[in-house]
């Protein structure tokens, strides 16, 4: 569910024509959405309204507003704090597939802006509000993706539905453990879809369960550190799940140079560039996030130079006879703002990976093992319908390692700074190399 939004910031002129107006005004941020809805707020300042660019919705930089001479840059950060704010407020109706009206975005935004509703005691947040102030800083702090806002906004509304009264001193490891339990029982749709009919399931996976779990003690220690939060349960709560080892989904050696060589049908030639991208991150490693904002000026002859969108790392990572071959196929394409490659959006990549796949006969049977609780699940499925943009990453990696390159070397092409990392991958690697040794025992 989208709901369509147009946050505003302006100064509210005071005065008439007649008798003139101040020099400065109330800064006011105007939320208009799903059609007609309008919700008003102060931001907390004011500004000069000839030190203000309309445009922009920015004060002009360098420039102190007001009295108390309020530096630009202060005004400007307390106003993309609470757009990305008013971002996650909206996220959260989304995902609950609700559409709020205007008391509601209100209620919501002050609880996320730290405003007292309720019990609240005056002068301190409630858990709410500091989880959507954590979001908003780490996101900017970090420059997260529209993803990981979603992810975020996600493990919100699932703490907000067990428990909408929440509260950081009160927040006992009884609690966490009631949420781990309203986790397990919770539906939730599977993929892929059968006959385009949704499936659901009940309870989230293990493995979805630990990282949501990872994330809440990222924010307890970040309150913690904000002297928010006096307890301990970051450090000492740590439950244990089976079956937490992540699939790893990727292609062969010979899957992947079969895909390479696949003559898309002339029918089907929007899927000629999905090839073409998934295989150039195959050979060089590049999550999706990296290879869509991949331009021609990170590309020199024999390597690609990038600073990672996730980790804002810096990498260099050598070209190969195939990545180069594709960069070079579209070299003459004038892609919108200097990009290299065609890249869709990721949800419509995700959907035309299987399409494609299966027309180019990827179509081995994969065993997928996971756990609900301490229920084993197994599902077999085509390789195509598991394929999704970050398989590219993986091959790469598997591949790689299967070929002899060393671990040091291929965590300097991903960016991995963590050996642990590569663990899953080894394992696979010792695996296929076992498969390779029992041949001589078929002579």
Same mark, same amino acid.
């Given at each position: 569910?989208?709901?369509q939004?147009? &946050?505003l910031?302006?100064?509210?002129r005071?005065?008439?024509?007649?008798?003139?107006?101040k020099?400065?005004a109330?800064?006011r941020?105007?939320?208009?959405?799903g059609?007609g809805?309008?919700?008003n707020?102060?931001?907390?300042?004011?500004?000069?309204?000839?030190?203000?660019i309309?445009d922009?919705?920015?004060?002009?930089?360098?420039?102190t507003h007001?009295?108390?001479?309020?530096?630009a840059?202060?005004?400007?950060?307390?106003i993309?704090?609470?757009?990305q704010? !008013?971002?996650?407020?909206?996220?959260?109706?989304?995902?609950?597939?609700?559409?709020?009206?205007?008391d509601?975005i209100?209620?919501e /935004?002050?609880i996320?802006?730290?405003?007292?509703?309720?019990?609240? *005691?005056?002068?301190k947040k409630?858990?709410?509000?500091?989880f959507?102030?954590f979001?908003?800083?780490?996101?900017?702090?970090?420059?997260?993706?529209?993803?990981?806002f979603?992810?975020?906004?996600?493990?919100?509304?699932?703490?907000?539905?067990?428990?909408?009264?929440?509260?950081?001193?009160?927040l006992s490891?009884?609690?966490?453990?009631?949420?781990?339990?309203?986790?397990?029982?919770?539906?939730?749709?599977?993929a *892929?879809?059968k006959?385009?009919?949704?499936?659901?399931?009940?309870?989230?996976r293990?493995?979805?369960?630990?990282?949501?779990l990872?994330?809440?003690?990222w924010?307890?220690?970040?309150?913690?550190?904000?002297?928010?939060?006096?307890?301990?349960?970051?450090?000492?709560?740590?439950?244990?799940?089976?079956?937490?080892?992540?699939?790893?989904?990727?292609?062969?050696?010979?899957?992947?140079?079969?895909l390479?060589n696949?003559?898309? *049908?002339?029918?089907?030639?929007?899927?000629?560039?999905?090839?073409?991208?998934?295989? /150039?991150?195959?050979?060089?490693?590049l999550?999706?996030?990296?290879?869509?904002?991949?331009?021609r000026?990170?590309?020199?002859?024999?390597f &690609?130079?990038?600073?990672?969108?996730?980790?804002?790392?810096?990498?260099?990572?050598?070209?190969?006879?195939?990545?180069?071959?594709?960069?070079?196929?579209?070299?003459?394409?004038?892609?919108?703002?200097g990009?290299?490659? +065609?890249? &869709?959006?990721n949800?419509k990549?995700?959907?035309y990976l299987?399409?494609?796949?299966?027309?180019?006969g990827?179509?081995?049977?994969?065993?997928?093992?996971?756990?609900?609780?301490?229920k084993?699940?197994e599902?077999?499925?085509?390789?195509?319908?598991?394929l999704?943009?970050?398989?590219?990453?993986r091959? /790469?990696?598997?591949? !790689?390692?299967?070929?002899?390159? *060393?671990?040091?070397?291929?965590?300097?092409f991903?960016?991995h700074?963590?050996?642990?990392?590569?663990? +899953?991958?080894?394992?696979?690697?010792?695996?296929?190399k076992?498969q390779e040794?029992?041949?001589?025992n078929?002579?």
């Open positions: 569910m989208n709901i939004r147009n &946050i910031f302006f100064p509210d005071e005065g008439t024509e007649a008798t003139g107006y020099s400065d109330k800064l941020m105007r939320i208009r959405y059609g809805s309008l919700v707020f102060n931001v907390g300042y004011r500004v000069d309204i000839d030190k203000w309309k922009a919705q920015r004060c002009k930089p360098g420039t007001g009295k108390k001479k309020i530096p840059g202060e005004i400007n950060a307390e993309q704090r609470l757009e704010l !008013a971002d996650n407020v909206f996220k959260s109706f989304e995902i609950s597939g609700e559409v709020p009206n205007p509601q209100r209620n /935004f002050n996320a802006n730290g405003k007292q509703t309720g019990s609240t *005691p005056k002068g409630n858990f709410f509000g500091l959507d102030e979001t908003s800083s780490m996101g900017v702090q970090n420059e997260w993706t529209e993803a990981t979603t992810k975020f906004a996600s493990i919100r509304s699932h703490l907000h539905a067990f428990n909408p009264n929440l509260s950081l001193t009160n490891e009884n609690d966490l453990q009631g949420f781990v339990i309203y986790l397990h029982g919770i539906h939730v749709p599977k *892929p879809e006959d385009g009919k949704k499936q659901y399931q009940v309870g989230l293990n493995t979805t369960i630990s990282k949501t990872a994330f809440v003690r924010f307890l220690r970040w309150a913690y550190g904000r002297g928010y939060y006096e307890g301990k349960l970051h450090l000492t709560w740590r439950p244990k799940f089976k079956g937490t080892d992540k699939e790893v989904i990727h292609l062969t050696w010979t899957e992947l140079i079969d390479y696949y003559k898309v *049908p002339e029918s089907k030639q929007y899927l000629e560039r999905v090839k073409d991208v998934f295989c /150039f991150q195959c050979f060089t490693s999550r999706y996030s990296d290879v869509a904002k991949l331009s000026s990170d590309i020199r002859d024999t &690609i130079s990038i600073v990672t969108q996730k980790t804002g790392d810096g990498l260099k990572i050598e070209l190969n006879n195939y990545s180069k071959a594709i960069l070079d196929k579209y070299k003459d394409f004038p892609f919108p703002d990009k290299a490659l +065609p890249v &869709i959006s949800v990549m995700n959907e299987k399409e494609l796949g299966e027309l180019a990827i179509n081995e049977m994969q065993r997928i093992t996971y756990f609900l609780g301490n084993r699940v599902e077999v499925h085509p390789k195509y319908d598991l999704t943009t970050h398989c590219g990453r091959t /790469f990696i598997v591949i !790689a390692l299967h070929l002899g390159i *060393p671990a040091e070397v291929v965590m300097s991903t960016g700074s963590d050996y642990s990392a590569m663990k +899953p991958y080894i394992k696979i690697v010792d695996e296929l076992k040794m029992n041949k001589f078929l002579k």
